[in-house]
Nanobody, 125 residues
Framework: QVQLVESGGGLVQPGGSLRLSCTAS????????FGWFRQAPGKEREGISC?????????YYVDSVKGRFTISRDNAQNTVFLQMNNLMPEDTGIYYC?????????????????WGQGTQVTVSS
């Protein structure tokens, strides 16, 4: 049973922006750290970013997204976001959110039921 739902993906031109959302309808996200992952065509899934629950510290694991992507959370909306600016074709892929139900980063994706189904991001002119 999928516990998380991502949304916000789509087709965007290079240089454009998207904001991905990750939410749950039946439980509270505020206590846990969350990670965003992506899987590019023909490549393995990689961890992009993580946000703690204790102090909202953020981490970025892919050099190419630093300065362009921002992870955040709004506990009132029960949602974790990934703001993606200045998108490039190499950002194309399926983006997932996940949690290990731990308070601190990193998220390793160890709980199968705590991954979303993914949202497709395509950056192309």
């Amino acid at each position: 049973q999928v516990q998380l739902v991502e949304s916000g993906g789509g087709l965007v031109q290079p240089g454009g922006s998207l904001r991905l959302s990750c939410t749950a309808s039946s439980w509270t996200l505020r206590y846990w750290s969350f990670g965003w992952f992506r899987q590019a065509p023909g490549k393995e899934r990689e961890g992009i970013s993580c946000i703690n629950s204790r102090d909202n510290s953020t981490y970025y694991y892919v050099d190419s997204v630093k300065g362009r992507f921002t992870i955040s959370r709004d506990n009132a909306q029960n949602t974790v976001f990934l703001q993606m600016n200045n998108l490039m074709p190499e950002d194309t892929g399926i983006y997932y959110c996940a949690t290990d139900l731990e308070e601190i980063c990193p998220v390793r994706g160890t709980r199968d039921n705590y991954w979303g189904q993914g949202t497709q991001v395509t950056v192309s002119s």
